[in-house]
């Protein structure tokens, strides 16, 4: 039903910028909340920033808060996480997650992840 899949994962240097994709399919982006999450090498996966379904506010961990942007295109179905200011410690796996419910956050579609490589 529905599919999330991630892109724009690479290999940037520190102090660069990606972008990463994440395109859903089987739900409209304005009917669900989206999130971000990583995972670093080693470590259990962390939230990283969110956006509501209705009112497109984004919210965000501290570690990224003034870094990172979450946004979306709904002609395109798409949220997008740009990373800015881009350091060695964020690197990880980056996964995009989608809550459908109604009446609460639960996560419960998820993409593949794409890899986020930030060398020193």
């Known amino acids: 039903q529905v599919q999330l899949v991630e892109s724009g994962g690479g290999l940037v240097q520190a102090g660069g910028s990606l972008t990463l994709s994440c395109t859903i399919s089987?739900?409209?982006?304005?009917?669900?909340?989206v999130a971000w999450f990583r995972q670093p090498p080693g470590k259990e996966r962390e939230f990283v920033g969110r956006?509501?379904?209705?009112?497109?506010?984004?919210y965000y961990a501290g570690s990224v808060k003034g870094r990172f942007t979450i946004s979306r295109d709904t002609a395109k179905n798409t949220v997008y996480l740009q990373t800015n200011s881009l350091k060695p410690e964020d690197t990880a796996v980056y996964y995009c997650?989608?809550?459908?419910?109604?009446?609460?956050?639960?996560?419960?579609?998820w993409g593949q992840g794409t890899q986020v490589t930030v060398s020193s």
């Open positions: 956006i509501s379904r209705s009112s497109a506010m984004s």
């Open positions: 089987g739900r409209t982006v304005s009917t669900c909340d």
């Open positions: 997650a989608a809550s459908v419910s109604a009446s609460y956050i639960r996560w419960d579609y």
